[in-house]
């Protein structure tokens, strides 16, 4: 699961974590000319108003704490 989140107009950000899958349909369906998406979270399901959406960040897949040991 990857950590996502999505802003809306108006400044609200929701965060999720959703599979590559749902990504993915998160990304084709704002492709579109705008309309509701139905996606599946680790939190359950939820709709978005796809022409609100004006970002979506994924986060990257390593996070290390500390020193990592290389220069």
Avoid: H, M
């Avoid at 959703?18 to 939190?43: A, N, V, Y």
Wanted: charged share 25%; proline share 0%; net charge negative.
């Amino acid at each position: 699961l990857k950590r996502v989140s999505i802003g809306f107009n108006g400044g609200q950000v929701a965060a999720v974590r959703l599979s590559e899958q749902e990504l993915e349909r998160l990304r084709s369906g704002l492709k579109g000319d705008g309309g509701w998406l139905d996606l599946t979270s680790d939190d359950g399901d939820f709709s978005l108003d796809s022409g609100q959406v004006v970002f979506v960040k994924v986060e990257g897949s390593a996070t290390t704490i500390g020193f990592s040991g290389s220069c």
